[in-house]
């Protein structure tokens, strides 16, 4: 089964400490997006990457890093500096063409106390 | 912020009837996408229609787009309970389709009674 992954589904945290999102995709994609949606609001995008080793910045990366070292992975750190972690957070590729949908993983929601 | 405006936030219906949802966005766009989302999932593309074209089907959803207005409907004929979930649309800026950044609304969210 073609899809994404991304684990794990729910993560806790304290705050100040550095927290990876997995996300994993055999779709052959080219493109991976980390969006970040918070309660009752549409997706805000932090960071996407069009080929491997290249990644740039989105509406919101202040406080997250990213790293495309192989095309089906996409990890997502959180770091300390962000300053409202707690959010639902979802992943999504593409394939390189023009105008194709965006393919979504089943998200993971963070909650840092 | 370059993100949509849909209305309405959450609209409740009996099974049977059908459900209008409307988008407005801001810059001009190459296409437009509708996405469906189920609680604490990730987001389905439902259909896409592009600048240049008024008006979609697939199944039973009915897309249209008005760029004049910078506008689109989606209409869900014959609900379902099965139907109840957030909708999304999506859009991407002219200039910028070969990255495939999608500004999303904040979506409408539908319950279909049975």
């Known amino acids: 089964d073609g899809g994404i992954t991304q684990s794990p589904k729910y993560l806790f945290r304290k705050e100040g400490q550095n927290v990876t999102l997995s996300c994993e995709q055999n779709l052959n994609h080219d493109a991976m997006y980390w969006y970040r949606q918070d309660p009752g609001q549409g997706l805000r995008l932090i960071y996407y990457?069009?080929?491997?080793?290249?990644?740039q910045k989105g509406d919101i990366a202040e406080g997250y890093s990213v790293s495309r070292e192989k095309k089906e992975s996409f990890p997502l750190t959180v770091t300390s500096a962000q300053k409202n972690p707690t959010a639902f957070y979802l992943c999504?590729?593409?394939?390189?063409?023009?105008?194709?949908?965006?393919?979504f993983g089943n998200g993971t929601r963070l909650t840092v106390t | 912020s370059q993100q949509g405006e849909e209305d309405p936030q959450a609209l409740s219906i009996q099974e049977g009837e059908n459900a209008t949802m409307n988008c407005s966005y801001k810059?001009?766009?190459?296409?437009l996408q509708w996405y469906r989302q189920n609680s604490g999932r990730g987001l389905v593309h439902l259909i896409l229609i592009r600048s240049n074209e008024r008006e979609k089907h697939s199944g039973r959803l009915r897309v249209t787009l008005d760029t004049s207005k910078k506008s689109s409907s989606l209409l869900i004929t014959a609900s379902r309970a099965a139907d109840t979930a957030s909708y999304f649309c999506a859009t991407d800026a002219r200039g910028s389709s070969n990255t495939g950044k999608l500004i999303f609304g904040q979506g409408t969210t539908l319950q279909v009674k049975p």
């Open positions: 990457s069009q080929i491997v080793n290249d990644f």
């Open positions: 810059t001009s766009i190459n296409n």
């Open positions: 999504a590729s593409r394939p390189g063409q023009n105008n194709s949908p965006l393919h």
